[in-house]
Each structure stands twice: as structure tokens, then as C-alpha cells.
């Protein structure tokens, strides 16, 4: 994080086939850094690795290989009965913020979270200006586990009126 301040967080994924310590990187915004900005990121970090992770002398080697963390898409779609006195833009607004902050991968722990459809229904049911959201409707119908070495991340959100028209 000194070195590029796009990093929010590091994790630890075990070690490569190559017997490399891999590292995935998830940053601030949720893009994925370049190539070359990993290099660098490698390159300047060298200075924190102990002997293990450093690169010896003369060699182009280092026991640690930086990789963007990948993302496990989560898809929402519901039918919902909204107070005609709300905007509707602002309850969709407000329901997406809230189901972002529920996935917050800064809080997320893969081994022992997973996505909970009840959850995210509750999110959806309670957000001012919503009346009714019949579950029938509601996807995911079931819990989502998150791969270990994944972070989720919202991909679609679909809300749709009780007839089923956006």
C-alpha cells in the first residue's frame, strides 16, 4: 500500500506450482492493475520480502508472484410493489449501495462467508419506500459460497415491477 495507493488489500493464496508465494491484490476501485504495475509493485516491494520471498543476487527470481484477485459475479433480480410517494431511482440507488456494503470485500472472509439469499432479501425489504417484494421472484434462490480464493462482486441487478416490466 506504500507503493501503489490503489492497493486496499493483499491476500495470501498458497503457494504456485511453480513454489512461488502467490499473492492477489484487490484495489480501492475494484480494477485490476496492469501488468506493469505489478512489476513495479513486485520490484519495489522487494525491500519488505524476508529471504524466502527475495530475490537472490544476479537472479531475476523472486519467491513471490503478485496476481489480481478474481471476482465471483453475483446476480440480483426481484419483483417489488414501491410506494408510488418514493422515486424509484432513489430505492434502487439505495438498495444496490446497501447490497454493495453487505459484500464489502474489505469485511469479506471466503472462508468462512458466503452470500447469503435471505440476507440480500432483507436488504432489498428493507430499504424505505419498498412495500412488498414477494420471494417467489427473487434471485438467488439459494446461498452463494464463494470460491476460497475469490472475492464477490455484484455483476446485475435487476428490479422489476410486480407485473415483471423494469
Known sequence: MK??????????????RDGKIVLAIATQNGMDLSPSELDELLRKSA????????????????????INITYQPIDVS???????SYNPDDIRIAIQVNISKYLDFRFFDT?????????????????????????QYFYPRTDIVVDTFMLPRMRSFLMLNLEGQV
Open 3 to 16: 507503493i501503489n495507493i490503489k492497493v486496499l488489500k493483499v491476500f495470501h493464496q498458497g503457494i504456485g
Open 47 to 66: 525491500e519488505f520480502f524476508s529471504l524466502t520471498e527475495y530475490r537472490p543476487f544476479g537472479t531475476t527470481f523472486y519467491g513471490v508472484k503478485l
Open 78 to 84: 426481484f419483483r417489488v410493489d414501491l410506494d408510488s
Open 111 to 135: 472462508s468462512t462467508s458466503k452470500v447469503e439469499w435471505d440476507n440480500l432479501l432483507e436488504i432489498c425489504k428493507n430499504i424505505p419506500g419498498v412495500n412488498y417484494i414477494p420471494d
